[in-house]
């Protein structure tokens, strides 16, 4: 079983476009994140739901929107997606910052 | 900016060999967290710090943390090919919400 699971695995998208990434998990933990990872492998937080309700929002811009139906699931909406969006997108979930993060396998988003 | 900055950015060895990597931060800290993320995979938690420690083991992983100097390290001992992968060091602040990551170490080891 798959404990933080992303979808989908790659996304290849024209830019003007709008796109959905989900994630689920199945851990039970209470907080989920999203992470950006650039072409250098810099990781930069974007969002941070605990138990439905967003705790972080770091300076992103608006045509991000995440959502949280329950706490075991965390989607990202973009919308009017840019070159610059070109990443990997990786969902995390947590109980406790002492026991880590347990990070899903990413969703490559290329924009052309 | 990032909490972390690691160094080096890229170390190739010999299968056998031990690998250091360094991390520094900038804020006081709460835990400091090393993960291992291999290629076109998510991130994979491999051993945590707290502040009030010094050193820490766990199986061919060594950890240390200096918070005087806000650095850490990590030693592979004995390495395999298996452990060819890019390494994280993340921390947390005191009542922090979240994990600040460094910018990674590529490790490459040769068979």
């Known amino acids: 079983d798959t404990a933080v699971s992303q979808t989908p695995k790659y996304l290849v998208t024209q830019m003007g476009n709008d796109k959905s990434i989900k994630c689920e998990q199945n851990l039970g933990h209470d907080t989920m994140y999203w992470y950006k990872q650039d072409s250098k492998k810099f990781l930069k937080i974007m969002f941070s739901y605990n138990n439905k309700e967003l705790i972080i929002n770091e300076t992103v811009p608006n045509r991000f929107s995440p959502k949280s139906p329950d706490k075991a699931h965390l989607n990202l909406h973009i919308n009017s997606l840019e070159l610059g969006d070109s990443a990997v997108y990786f969902c995390?979930?947590?109980?406790?910052?002492?026991?880590?993060?347990?990070f899903g396998s990413g969703t490559r988003l290329t924009v052309v | 900016s990032q909490q972390g900055e690691e160094d080096p950015q890229a170390l190739s060895i010999q299968e056998g060999e031990n690998a250091t990597m360094n991390c520094s931060y900038k804020t006081s800290i709460n835990n400091l967290q090393w993960y291992r993320q291999n290629s076109g995979r998510g991130l994979v938690h491999l051993i945590l710090i707290r502040s009030n420690e010094r050193e820490k083991h766990s199986g061919r992983l060594r950890v240390t943390l200096d918070t005087s100097k806000k650095s850490s390290s990590l030693l592979i001992t004995a390495s395999r090919a298996a452990d060819t992968a890019s390494y994280f060091c993340a921390t947390d602040k005191a009542a922090g919400n979240k994990l600040t990551f460094g910018g990674g170490t590529r490790v490459l080891v040769k068979p």
């Open positions: 995390a979930s947590s109980q406790d910052l002492v026991y880590g993060y347990t």
